[in-house]
């Protein structure tokens, strides 16, 4: 399936997402600059998008365990 008009063999797994089928995500670039975000257990659902600087500041709060 394609989400967001976007090749399967694009999206990368979180390296926070277990192997065993727990909660994973996996993102991609967008060729309009955006970072598509997807559920690797049901993929029909599609994907949301958010902004570089948006995105990568909720990446930093979840690292560093301030959400």
Known sequence: MVRYGLPDGAWVKSSYSPDNGGNCIETQP??????????????????????????????????????
Do not use: C, N, Y
Request: proline letters at 8%.
């Open 30 to 67: 967008t060729p309009d600059g955006l970072v598509a975000v997807g559920d690797t257990k049901d993929r029909t659902l599609g994907a949301h998008t958010f902004a570089p600087a948006p995105w990568q500041a909720f990446v930093t709060a979840v690292r560093d365990g301030s959400l």
